[in-house]
């Protein structure tokens, strides 16, 4: 058997082992939204390192946990802390979580991240909807044996992020008097921020934001038939767009300047997607 594969049931059987839970939806939330999962209606966590064959996160600030619980009524599975492909792990690794959160039984899954603003018409602090991504600078999650099991070869991605969910965010958004930009992601591979040439390479294709993750679980994703919503938190101007050099913390400290609506925001989606 494909040991991709392998490897994921081998995670699935450690998890139901622990709990029958059935989420609904799937939750992957990136920096400011740590905590978001410790406000929820909680009935089990269980530790990444708990789970045999898992790969377990090594960055600093994230936890390392998937929990499970109810937002409103809805059954939600949260990834606390995402892998990330800067970390040494390959993509197949880094989309493990996504699928094991499909596997489980989810059937939507809910991502966002912090990104760096490539569109000169954002600010730090907006939310971007992700319509598209670019994800041409990493490697494809699909690479390797097909996984018949969850997809076809050559999957179809027109539409990565569900066209429907992107509507009821608008709504949900508009309804909240909650700014939302919308724009196409692109993913690098990190972990150091872009150089202002990259910034314009991105431009130039096409992109809106740049950022480190997202785009590949948002293919694992669909490549298994799961509807897919992302989410980006613009946490700064990317590199050579102001006179700032950027660093970690003032992407985190804009990250937690929001962070309170941007929990409002993902509450009220997941209540009504
Ligand atoms: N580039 C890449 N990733 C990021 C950025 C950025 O400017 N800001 C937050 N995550």
């Not at 619980?69 to 599975?77: A, L, M, R, S, T």
């Not at 912090?114 to 939310?127: I, K, L, R, S, Y």
């Not at 999957?155 to 429907?164: G, I, L, N």
């Not at 993750?213 to 767009?241: P, Q």
């Amino acid at each position: 058997m494909n040991n991709v594969y392998k490897k994921l049931l081998m995670c699935v059987e450690s998890i139901q082992k622990k709990t029958d839970f059935r989420p609904e939806v799937a939750m992957i939330l990136g920096s400011g939204l740590g905590d978001y999962a410790d406000g929820i209606q909680i009935e089990q966590t269980i530790d990444y390192t708990e789970i045999e064959g898992f790969p377990t996160s090594t960055v600093a600030g994230h936890k390392g946990r998937f929990v499970f619980g109810y937002v409103g009524e809805v059954p939600v599975v949260i990834m606390q802390g995402r892998v990330h492909f800067y970390e040494g792990y390959p993509m197949t690794d880094v989309v493990l979580p996504t699928r094991l959160m499909g596997m489980l039984g989810a059937k939507k899954l809910i991502l966002t991240n912090a990104a760096g603003g490539v569109n000169f018409d954002f600010q730090p602090g907006d939310f971007m909807l992700i319509r598209d991504h670019i994800t041409v600078a990493v490697p494809s999650p699909l690479i390797g044996q097909n996984i018949e099991e969850l997809g076809v070869r050559f999957p179809d991605m027109s539409e990565v992020y569900s066209a429907r969910m992107r509507d009821v965010v608008k709504r949900i958004a508009g309804d909240m008097g909650i700014k939302l930009q919308e724009g196409v992601y692109m993913q690098l591979t990190g972990p150091a921020y872009e150089t202002p040439a990259e910034v314009r390479l991105a431009r130039i294709l096409g992109g809106d934001a740049v950022g480190m993750s997202t785009a590949c679980e948002a293919m694992a994703a669909h490549h298994m038939g799961i509807e897919v919503c992302g989410i980006s938190c613009i946490t700064n101007l990317a590199a050579g767009m102001s006179a700032q050099k950027l660093n970690h913390v003032e992407v985190q400290e804009t990250a937690d300047r929001v962070a309170k609506q941007f929990k409002e925001l993902i509450t009220a989606i997941v209540m009504n997607i």
